[in-house]
């Protein structure tokens, strides 16, 4: 009698129910996926859209379907903490996606693109021997040890 009234064991994903994605929903996941590189997933199986804004018109679920799919063929690396998934793109997932999406082999994900830095490198290399850092090494600041 108490297996008729004992509750199923939760889960995040429906068990036997199978999810149908639109090519339109899976070739936005995958564009933004290559875009980024990488792509964060809260284990909600019920969220009615995903937390990032590009993707926010897509149930949550959809996602996460998706992601799993490319992670069981090696395409994604997936991380699991607190209850966010994390996928980052392999290699061989790359070339997937390049041929998926009809990309040119010179457009990469912006996770390995090299970011150019706003100021020169050396701009602060003028301003070490004068000795009026903020810190507490060379210089120690005006006026430090004379007396008046």
């Not at 980024?36 to 997933?41: A, F, P, Q, S």
């Not at 063929?73 to 061989?92: D, G, P």
């Not at 090299?114 to 005006?142: F, M, N, Y």
């Amino acid at each position: 009698v108490s297996a008729l009234f004992s509750a199923p064991a939760p889960s995040s994903f429906p068990s036997g129910a199978m999810v149908l994605i639109s090519k339109k929903e899976r070739r936005q996941i995958l564009e933004h996926l290559f875009q980024e590189g990488v792509i964060c997933v809260k284990k909600d199986a019920r969220a009615c859209r995903h937390n990032e804004a590009q993707l926010e018109a897509i149930p949550n679920l959809h996602v996460m379907m998706v992601l799993r799919s490319l992670c069981s063929q090696a395409f994604v690396t997936e991380k699991f903490n607190w209850q966010w998934y994390y996928y980052m793109l392999t290699n061989e997932g790359i070339d997937y996606l390049r041929g998926v999406l009809n990309l040119p082999p010179q457009v990469m994900p912006s996770t390995l693109t090299k970011q150019r830095p706003t100021r020169p490198a050396l701009a602060g290399a003028d301003q070490a021997d004068r000795g009026e850092g903020k810190g507490w090494g060379k210089g120690k600041g005006k006026g430090y040890g004379k007396e008046d």
